[in-house]
């Protein structure tokens, strides 16, 4: 079992639908969760950063932690064709180093039709 | 200010051959790390530098990966005898200290053939 399941997709949707991404985990030392964006042929770049378990909102998009159950979504109202990329949740413990050592997801890759 | 930057942004080689892939992390950010992002997978962690150490390079796949950083500054992942199954898009990070976000550069795509 991988530590981190994320649904590859494809996922499509009309422009101004609302979207849900989730991902599941499996080790519970796990302390903070991510969402990153990428586009084709470019470095993924952080949107929604998150330590507890509970919602974090900005703008249109909105992070929910679910620490009990192990699950993580990232929802995006009112979604624009500048939405589709790829979606990949992340997330990160202390390791050895001392340092934050993060877990991706594979991503979810999300088409917007206008 | 400037991002992470990453050269070079494509590299074609042939089976067999060495290859030096560079980062230029984010003036400042004491932390790097490399990942490879191959097809259809995730994001697999490399190494982590701390300054011009590497506390963590437990994620080098095999002896033909190594890396170095010089100072706090740039960053070479060296890819020896490159095998086919190496063809991924190497990704590098850095953050301003070892508990920060991390912040991704563009990516080197190495294509073996």
């Known amino acids: 079992q991988k530590e981190v399941e994320q649904d590859p997709g494809p996922l499509s949707v009309p422009e101004g639908a609302i979207v849900s991404l989730n991902c599941t985990y499996s080790?519970?030392?796990?302390?903070?969760f991510m969402w990153y964006r990428q586009y084709s042929r470019k470095g993924p770049e952080l949107l929604m950063y998150?330590?507890?378990?509970g919602n974090k909102e900005d703008g249109r998009f909105t992070a929910q932690v679910d620490k009990s159950s192990k699950y993580i979504s990232l929802f995006i109202r009112d979604s624009q064709p500048s939405d589709s990329a790829t979606y990949l949740c992340?997330?990160?413990?202390?390791?050895?180093?001392?340092?934050?050592?993060?877990?991706f997801g594979i991503g979810t890759k999300l088409q917007v039709i206008p | 200010g400037a991002g992470v930057s990453q050269s070079p942004s494509n590299k074609v080689t042939e089976k067999g051959k060495d290859v030096e892939l560079r980062c230029d992390p984010i003036?400042?950010?004491?932390?790097l790390y490399w990942y490879r992002q191959r097809l259809g997978q995730g994001l697999e962690f490399l190494i982590y530098f701390q300054g011009n150490s590497a506390p963590d390079k437990s994620g080098l796949p095999s002896d033909r990966f190594s890396a170095e950083r010089t100072g706090e500054s740039v960053s070479t992942l060296t890819i020896q005898r490159t095998q086919q199954e190496d063809s991924a898009v190497y990704l590098c990070a850095s953050s301003k200290s070892r508990t920060d976000t991390q912040y991704f550069g563009p990516g080197t795509r190495l294509t073996v053939l």
């Open positions: 998150t330590y507890s378990s």
């Open positions: 003036s400042g950010h004491t932390a």
């Open positions: 992340a997330m990160s413990f202390r390791g050895s180093g001392g340092y934050q050592k993060v877990t």
């Open positions: 080790n519970s030392a796990f302390q903070y």
